[in-house]
């Protein structure tokens, strides 16, 4: 019989072979390339590019992201029923309180960033504030609070590094097919078929890399959801509260496509018909999520 446990260890269980797959995939990609062009050089300075750029990104990200979500901090006194309720669930989650915030949006919606769990940051809508009761708040402030329990900012900075990383080494390696690089004079006409492949390759990495990266991203939405079940006992809240968010017709006007994986649910309405449309989204749709919070409360 499946239980909030079995759903949270499944959950693990699959990230950890999508991102062990992703590195697989990275290598393949690196001895490929380098094969083409005879020369893995180019390799190490795509590597020590992405690295610095990802863990500049990592280390100012929360400051980054509440700046264009026009997001402001708020302390016990400014709203004490909300920082009492964030505390309560931080406590029982053995976390450290985390910074919270308040967006002036009227879409229900929250996020969560920081870079580790003591330089953590809890954000919510000023919708969500007017539209949940508290059983269902107490399920999406649990939701986020699972995400730095889990170190999901960590993970998806490991995953960013891997994207930028392929993306670079297929830029390069673009460019210098372009310019007449590699060793494709020498070696004929398996020279040149491997060259095309290795051009159909680096075009198809980045859109490969992206996919697999949205694939993690919605298995850690299905283990935030499963571990919020597990801290707060009451699936049924944040499945009401999923409910009611997707329902909301209104727009986020402080959306934008680099921050979107970060809310609890897509700030973007509008709703995706087929398998195809689904591989690029951010989050699982809301009715599945659904299901699994139900599920767990049998």
Do not use: C
Not at 153 to 172: E, F, K, Y
């Amino acid at each position: 019989m499946a239980t909030i446990y079995t759903h949270a260890d499944e959950n693990i269980r699959k990230t950890w072979l999508l991102l062990t797959f992703f590195f697989v995939f990275l290598i393949g990609l690196g001895w490929l390339l380098s094969q083409v062009l005879g020369d893995s050089s180019f390799l190490y300075i795509a590597v020590a590019i992405a690295v610095f750029q990802s863990f500049f990104s990592y280390w100012f990200s929360d400051k980054i992201v509440l700046s264009m979500a026009g997001a402001r901090p708020i302390g016990k006194k400014d709203h004490p029923e909300l920082y009492r309720l964030v505390e309560n669930l931080a406590i029982t989650a053995g976390l450290p309180l985390p910074k919270i915030y308040i967006i002036n949006e009227a879409q229900p919606n929250a996020f969560a960033t920081g870079r580790d769990k003591n330089h953590a940051v809890v954000a919510v809508t000023r919708g969500l504030l007017d539209r949940l009761d508290k059983t269902e708040l107490e399920g999406v402030i649990a939701h986020e609070l699972a995400h730095i329990g889990n170190k999901d900012m960590l993970l998806q900075t490991i995953v960013v590094i891997l994207v930028g990383i392929i993306a670079i080494i297929s830029d390069m390696f673009l460019r210098l097919s372009f310019w007449g690089g590699g060793r494709r004079d020498s070696r004929g006409n398996t020279g040149l078929l491997m060259l095309a492949f290795g051009i159909a390759a680096a075009i198809l990495a980045p859109l490969a890399a992206t996919l697999i990266q949205l694939a993690i991203s919605r298995k850690r939405e299905f283990l935030a959801d499963a571990s919020a079940a597990l801290l707060t006992r009451y699936p049924e809240g944040l499945a009401s509260a999923l409910r009611k968010i997707s329902a909301d017709p209104n727009p986020m006007r402080a959306a934008k496509d680099s921050t979107a994986h970060l809310y609890i649910s897509n700030p973007f309405r509008g709703k995706q018909k087929n398998w195809f449309s689904k591989l690029f989204l951010t989050h699982p749709p809301t009715e599945d999520r659904i299901k699994a919070l139900n599920d767990m409360a049998v």
